[in-house]
C-alpha cells in the first residue's frame, strides 16, 4: 500500500491540496468544519489560493438543512447539523472525502460547481474502471441498475410491485436487509458511489464530496441516504470484486480535480 502523505501537495499554482488525515489520522468531523471555516476566510481574503482539504473521518453522521426526522437513524445515534445543502449522509473508514474550497464568479452558479465535482469524480472512477453517471435530478455520482422488468428478486423471490414506489410513508430501514441501501448493489438497483453536498458562502464554496472507496456501507442501513428511498449505496471496492485503498485513489482524484476545477470556465451556464 503506498503511504499517504501529510500536508500540503505541492504546486507552482492553482489549486493546493492539503492532505489533513487519513487511517490512523483521520479527522473528526468538528475539527475538519473548523478548518474548512479558517480556509474559507483566508480564501475570500485572497490570502490562500483555491485549497482542496482531502481526508477520512472517523464514523459520523450529518445531516444537512433539507433532512427530515424520518431520515435520521431510528435508534438515537448521534447526528451532527451542518450548514450544508443536502440530506443525511455517513462519513466513515474507507470514504474519500474531499472539501473543495474555491472563489467563484459572480453570478455565482452553484449547480455548476456540483457538475464539476461529478465530472473529476465520474473520470476518476473510469480509470479504475467503473462505469459511473449521473441520476437525472440527483446529485452524486452513481452506478446505473438494471431496469426494473430485468432485476432478479433476493432469494429467488420476484415481486410483481415495489412498495418503494406507492407507498410514500415507506421505510426500508424497518422491511428487511432486501431494502436495505447497502445490498442496492444485489438487487441491480441505481446506487450512489459518491455524494456532494455544498455551500456556497460569500462567493466561496465549502463542503463537497465524499467517495466510496471501500467502507462499510451498512453504516448507510440505519439512515434514509440522502433522503433516498428507492435506491442505495455502492462503493469501488464492490463494483470492482477487488480490494482497492484510499491510497491507491487519492492521486487520482486529485489529478482530475485539478484538471476540471484549474481549467473550467467559471462562469453561469447558459440558459
Keep these: 500500500m503506498t503511504a499517504i502523505s501529510r500536508g500540503e501537495t505541492p504546486a507552482p499554482e492553482g489549486l493546493r491540496f492539503v492532505h489533513l488525515g487519513f487511517g490512523a489520522d483521520a479527522v473528526d468531523y468538528e475539527s475538519a468544519w473548523q478548518e474548512q471555516r479558517r480556509v474559507h476566510a483566508a480564501r475570500f481574503a485572497d490570502e490562500v489560493p483555491d485549497t482542496c482539504l482531502m481526508l477520512e473521518h472517523p464514523p459520523v453522521y450529518t445531516a444537512g438543512r433539507r433532512t427530515t426526522d424520518d431520515e435520521r437513524p431510528l435508534d438515537g445515534t448521534p447526528v451532527i447539523d451542518v450548514d450544508r445543502g443536502g440530506k443525511i449522509t455517513w462519513h466513515g473508514p474507507g470514504q474519500l472525502v474531499g472539501y473543495p474550497i474555491q472563489k467563484l464568479p459572480r453570478p455565482v452558479d452553484v449547480v455548476a460547481h456540483v457538475r464539476r465535482l461529478e465530472d473529476a469524480l465520474i473520470r476518476t472512477c473510469a480509470e479504475f474502471g467503473v462505469q459511473a453517471g449521473r441520476v437525472e435530478g440527483r446529485s452524486g455520482v452513481w452506478v446505473l441498475g438494471d431496469p426494473v422488468e430485468e432485476r432478479a428478486g433476493l432469494g429467488g423471490l420476484q ?56 467502507p462499510d456501507n451498512t453504516s448507510f442501513d440505519k439512515i434514509v441516504p440522502c433522503g433516498i428511498r428507492d435506491a442505495g449505496v455502492a462503493s469501488l471496492a464492490g463494483e470492482l470484486g477487488r480490494e482497492i485503498t484510499i491510497a491507491e485513489v487519492l492521486p487520482v482524484v486529485e489529478k482530475h480535480l485539478r484538471d476540471v476545477l484549474e481549467n473550467a470556465e467559471l462562469l453561469p451556464r447558459a440558459v
Design 159 to 214: 415481486l410483481d410491485f415495489d412498495p418503494r414506489v406507492t407507498d410514500e410513508l415507506f421505510d426500508p430501514r424497518l422491511n428487511g436487509p432486501e431494502y436495505a441501501p447497502s445490498n442496492a448493489g444485489q438487487r441491480r438497483e441505481d446506487r450512489k458511489l459518491a455524494a456532494i453536498g455544498i455551500r456556497v458562502a460569500k462567493g466561496v464554496t465549502m463542503h463537497g464530496f465524499a467517495l466510496n472507496v471501500n
